[in-house]
């Protein structure tokens, strides 16, 4: 039986700041919690695209596999499925909706699908908080990167002018 984690955020950040983070993802290793292995084909987000990264303290290197499923520009969504480690599969739907120049909000759905028989079931058990906290770190994370940029962005010609 699956698992559905849906938060969202509002972003004190135009919109075309968090869609620029999302569709590059051979940046993401300075977004979210994974280091990224390689981006097949390189470039920007594309259907048919794979993320390979992995993620885990230290010695423990939990590989990840992203594969990009839609990626909608004109509606700032983007839709993939991640393999985790043990057989555990999500899939994935990020859309950005802007409220106004400087604002936007992100939805994150997950769904968990776990694998059959008492494996799946130990999973769930054992990835219990994570089911949301997981999700709701990544939103976080890219809350924060988005906004910091956005203060890079909206202070370089605030500090332009004061040199002139």
């Known amino acids: 039986m699956p698992y559905t984690s849906c938060p969202s955020a509002v972003v004190d ?6 869609w620029a983070l999302l569709v590059a ?3 993401w290793q300075s977004v ?3 280091r990224v ?5 390189p470039g920007p987000a594309a259907a ?3 993320v390979r990264g992995e993620t885990g303290p230290g010695i423990l290197h939990l590989k990840l596999t992203f594969r990009m499923m839609e990626i909608d520009p004109d509606r700032y969504r983007l839709r993939f499925c991640v393999n985790l480690p043990f057989g555990l599969m999500v899939h994935e739907d990020m859309q950005c ?3 106004d120049g400087v604002h936007c909000r992100v939805s994150y759905n997950c769904n968990f699908h776990f694998p059959p028989s008492w494996r799946g079931a130990l999973l769930r058990v054992l990835l219990k908080r994570r089911l949301d906290s997981g999700p709701e770190d990544s939103l976080s994370r890219l809350k924060r990167a988005a906004e910091r940029r956005f203060a890079v962005e909206k202070g ?4 332009l002018a004061e040199r002139c």
């Open 97 to 99: 909706t802007p409220l």
């Open 13 to 18: 950040a135009p919109v075309d700041i968090v």
């Open 32 to 34: 979210f919690d994974m």
């Open 37 to 41: 292995i390689g981006v097949d084909p």
């Open 48 to 50: 048919g695209q794979e």
């Open 156 to 159: 370089a010609p605030q500090m």
């Open 25 to 27: 993802p051979a940046g």
